[in-house]
């Protein structure tokens, strides 16, 4: 089945006086449980691209289904819903609230669900904190902890609602390489469960990690090699 299909995609910035072409025509079929790398010179439209698969911004112009269903048709509030229920995100920075706890980083998506249960809100945070080995860690504050932990508990945010597909911008930029290695370890272990990644990267090291390898180019999709079978087809 196929998770994600964009079909003649297109994304314009109009700036002061230059209009920018992030994205142009870009075609790209992800099915379930394939784990995809998007690379390319700085600039060139990764993040833009992620940002549309992930709802987090509509294209300019072309069709974009997500689980087969047109995204463009939702409204607002069921975009943020099909957001919440379908992707988790992980970005460079980590992007933890600094405020919350290690426990409440990862509670809180759960919290934009209507009645959730509080007590299985603790249960279902501590169970994805254990899958990151982060259980030692739960009352701390981001600032206590490395950048490898942040990124883990990172993961552990993106995996609370359980989402088909795990959506990551350079998850590994800001990482020594012994934290990048856990941390694509942790990618790894998601990908044999047979959620979809979709990683933009732009170290060869991580590509190889994934089954299928994107290039981007000046917001064109110039390459596409797949380089290993699906692990589990939905
Ligand atoms: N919000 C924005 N407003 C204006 N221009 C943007 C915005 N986001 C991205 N761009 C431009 O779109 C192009 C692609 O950016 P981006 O997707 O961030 O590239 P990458 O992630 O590959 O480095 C760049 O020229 C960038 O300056
Ligand atoms: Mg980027």
Request: hydrophobic share 40%.
């Amino acid at each position: 089945m196929n998770i994600i299909e964009l079909n003649g995609i297109d994304k314009n910035f109009q700036g002061d006086e230059l209009k920018t072409l992030a994205l142009s025509g870009i075609n790209l079929t992800i099915k379930q449980g394939e784990y995809v790398s998007v690379s390319g010179p700085s600039g060139c439209g990764k993040s833009t691209l992620l940002s549309i698969l992930g709802m987090l911004d509509t294209p300019s112009a072309g069709l974009y289904k997500l689980s087969g269903h047109d995204v463009s048709s939702l409204t607002r509030d069921q975009r943020a819903t099909a957001r919440c229920e379908n992707i988790g995100f992980v970005f460079q920075s980590f992007n933890l609230i600094s405020d919350l706890s290690v426990e409440e980083n990862v509670i809180l998506p759960l919290t934009y669900q209507d009645n959730y249960p509080a007590k299985i809100a603790i249960e279902r945070a501590r169970e994805v904190l254990a899958q990151v080995d982060m259980s030692h860690r739960l009352k701390h504050f981001p600032s206590a902890l490395s950048g490898g932990q942040q990124q883990r508990v990172a993961i552990a945010r993106a995996l609370v609602n359980d989402p088909k597909l795990i959506l990551a911008d350079e998850p590994t930029g800001n990482l020594d390489s012994k934290n990048a290695g856990i941390v694509l370890d942790l990618f790894d272990n998601l990908h044999q469960q047979g959620r979809t990644i979709c990683m933009v990267t732009h170290d060869p090291r991580t590509c190889e990690r994934a089954s299928r390898q994107i290039d981007i180019f000046d917001g064109q999709l110039v390459g596409d090699r797949i380089t290993a079978p699906v692990a589990i087809s939905a």
